[in-house]
């Protein structure tokens, strides 16, 4: 939400650019010396420094690490170079499979499973996101995953994020 707020921003400073879109460098420097308030240069300002602190650590948290999957009787272990987390059965309250298609119905052969957890606080749920790596092993996953009882599990073939706040 922050960098979309800051990307606004920036991109509402570039508007009191537009009479002087085609001039030189220097009458779009004395334009924003002269003309810009200064409450838009200060928000510029900020809004550039904060996009550029939050873009790598929204790009990190947006990419997927590798990681091996492993389902034990009681829990499901994610382990990988950066990753090792335990995913308790009796925590887990829904799961989601999200098998995107594309804008003519075929499959993309991503298939995402979203594990929507029961907090310990009851503050808000979390959400653990995972893509297999293999799109042949659908099989193989949803086989270990039925063997757990009473886990309520959602198939779709659109690519929806659930929303923690929200029912899934």
Not at 98 to 123: C, H
Not at 133 to 161: A, C, N, P, Q, R
Request: net charge positive.
């Amino acid at each position: 939400m922050l960098l979309i707020v800051c990307f606004v921003i920036l991109w509402i400073v570039d508007l009191f650019f537009l009479p002087v879109q085609d001039a030189p460098g220097e009458i779009q420097t004395v334009w924003f010396i002269l003309v810009v308030p200064n409450v838009i240069k200060t928000a510029a300002f900020y809004s550039l420094v904060g996009f550029l602190i939050i873009t790598p650590i929204w790009i990190n948290f947006r990419l997927y690490k590798d990681a091996v999957l492993t389902f034990l009787p009681d829990a499901i272990f994610l382990k990988g170079k950066s990753i090792l987390y335990t995913l308790p059965i009796d925590r887990i309250k829904k799961i989601s499979c999200m098998d995107s298609t594309d804008a003519n119905g075929f499959p993309k052969g991503k298939l995402t499973i979203y594990f929507l957890q029961k907090r310990r606080r009851k503050v808000k749920e979390w959400i653990v996101r995972v893509r297999l790596k293999d799109y042949s092993e659908i099989d193989l996953f949803m086989e270990h995953l039925i063997k757990y009882e009473g886990l309520e599990i959602k198939v779709y073939d659109t690519d929806i994020t659930p929303d923690a706040d929200k029912e899934i």
